[in-house]
């Protein structure tokens, strides 16, 4: 089998060889183009040693050489792991470490300075600038063949250690992945697709997506409201990944309403929860064009789907139903929720999310405990929780860290957090644990808003939640953590109440 990133440029270039494949500013290249210099480069990377397997790490900048990169890694045989450039050069260093790279590949003059200063103190490991491109290699590349099972990838995730952990793709979970995310969202080759988030993580599902069926990626450098609004009109976007926390500074921006968001088809939120009061804000403004799904790192496509059609549905049922992640995405995916023994939950009732689908991990790299306690029979669990109502659709409620246990009830903050939101004037809220001499926890939330107080929130919370769920205390912030793709980090948020104690009841974190 050949690497899926090789097998789906090549096939790209022979079918829409003078098709656009990349817009990066002024630089346009074609479907033949592209192929050409991931050939060119996969020859320079084989001819300084890269052998088959060998892991490459790429520090990661959004520009047409990070598509380059993955694409030379692959047909040249070598494992690619993509190391997100908003990181700290101690993470960095970690990666680079526990993967054993013996590549790392710059994209810029800047990242070549960065790639050196993490090689420094690791004998062996040479630095590749991609940038540089004609000084590589003269020479094309043809991808070596390799089982379904051959590692593809090692992409880092948080850990609960506070080290990134690996986790292995294979040959064949990539190609699951890619499929799952092209087809899903029902990607055309007349799309044009806008890569604004890092291409190395939430944002690489529109790289894979356009490789495959031959669609234009249009890259910003990151994801500026400003420059997404201008892109959508002047590039002629069609479809649009985004996350809530983006969405919802979208949606405020005052030039929303004047832009024009004709060329979309296709608005898809994904990587995080939206609440009801959010979606129905972004039906308003861009049309019956949204979509949702639910994916993680560790399972590369789209497990779960809830269409433009079923959002539209949903309104019009009294809206109930725009807290849903959608239904299973096709045959070729299972999903289903577990007690804590391994039962199936009843309906209604929330528990661990599990899948079985093609696209999941191999494993975590070199961590085989973790790996044994998270893939469980041919079953992936999640560690985020769950509900499924009687029509087959899931609902998220929180990760299992997450969860709050107050006075002995679980709390999920999701829900508490969907009732805050609709609170007028709140723009993000994030509802945490923290310890409490009576409850073990208290909810308490963090709320950015304008022109309104704890009293008010407090107040909608009551008439809206039991009363063990209401926050007892609300905070206002001017900003709260996020991770590189605008997700809350409501662990972040959580850590100062808990600095020198240990929240025993979710053990580890």
């Known amino acids: 089998m050949i690497h899926p990133y090789s097998h789906y440029l090549a096939r790209a270039g022979r079918h829409w060889p003078n098709k656009a494949a990349i817009v990066d500013g002024g630089t346009v290249l074609t479907y033949a183009q592209l192929d050409q210099r991931a050939s060119e480069l996969a020859a ?163 790289m894979d997506s356009g490789i495959c069926t031959g669609a234009t990626l249009v890259i910003l450098p990151k994801p500026d409201p400003v420059e997404i609004l201008a892109a959508i009109g002047a590039q002629r976007i069609s479809v649009l990944l985004m996350v809530p926390t983006l969405l919802q500074m979208l949606l405020d921006h005052p030039d929303v309403t004047s832009c024009d968001l004709s060329s979309l088809r296709l608005v898809l939120y994904a990587a995080a929860p939206a609440s009801p009061t959010l979606v ?37 049922a009294g809206g109930a139903r725009l807290a849903s992640i959608g239904r299973e995405a096709d045959s070729s995916v299972q999903v289903r929720l577990l007690n804590p023994d391994g039962s199936d939950t009843a309906r209604g009732e929330v528990g661990e999310i599990c899948v079985c689908a093609p696209w999941v991990m191999k494993g975590y790299w070199k961590l085989p405990e973790l ?91 009551k008439a809206q939640l039991a009363a063990f769920k209401v926050p007892k205390q609300v905070d206002f912030v001017a900003e709260l953590p996020k991770s590189s793709v605008g997700k809350i980090l409501r662990r972040a948020a959580r850590a100062p109440f808990w600095q020198g104690r240990e929240r025993g009841i979710h053990g580890a974190e």
């Open 44 to 206: 320079g990377l084989r001819a300084l040693g890269l052998g088959r397997g060998d892991r490459v790490a790429i520090v990661h900048e959004n520009n047409h050489r990070y598509v380059e990169s993955v694409c030379a890694v692959a047909r040249a045989g070598g494992v690619f792991v993509p190391m997100l450039g908003a990181l700290t050069p101690r993470e960095h260093a970690y990666m680079l470490a526990d993967s054993e790279a013996r590549l790392v590949i710059a994209l810029s003059p800047d990242g070549s300075r960065r790639a050196h200063e993490l090689c420094r103190e690791r004998s062996g490991v040479r630095v590749v600038e991609a940038f540089a491109h004609a000084a590589l290699s003269s020479a094309s590349a043809e991808a070596p063949d390799g089982a379904p099972d051959d590692l593809g990838q090692i992409l880092y995730t948080s850990g609960t250690t506070g080290k990134p952990k690996g986790v292995m793709h294979s040959f064949a979970s990539i190609s699951a992945g890619i499929a799952a995310w092209a087809t899903g969202a029902g990607i055309r080759h007349d799309d044009r697709l806008l890569g604004h988030f890092a291409l190395s993580h939430f944002g690489g599902r529109v």
């Open 280 to 316: 129905r804000r972004a039906f308003e403004a861009f049309g019956p064009i949204l979509a949702t799904g639910f994916g993680q790192t560790e399972a590369y496509g789209l497990s779960t789907f809830l269409s433009s059609a079923e959002h539209h549905a949903a309104l019009e």
């Open 371 to 461: 790996t044994a306690q998270t893939l469980k029979d041919g079953w992936l669990r999640t560690r985020d929780l769950g509900r499924q109502d009687d029509d087959g659709y899931f609902y998220l409620a929180d990760r299992q860290d997450d969860m709050i246990i107050s006075g002995g009830f679980n709390v999920y903050p999701r829900e508490v957090e969907d009732v805050i939101a609709a609170v007028p004037g709140v723009r993000e809220c994030c509802v945490v644990g923290v310890p409490d001499a009576k409850w073990g926890e208290a909810v308490r939330a963090i709320v950015v808003a304008a022109s309104v107080d704890g009293a008010t929130i407090i107040a909608h919370c």
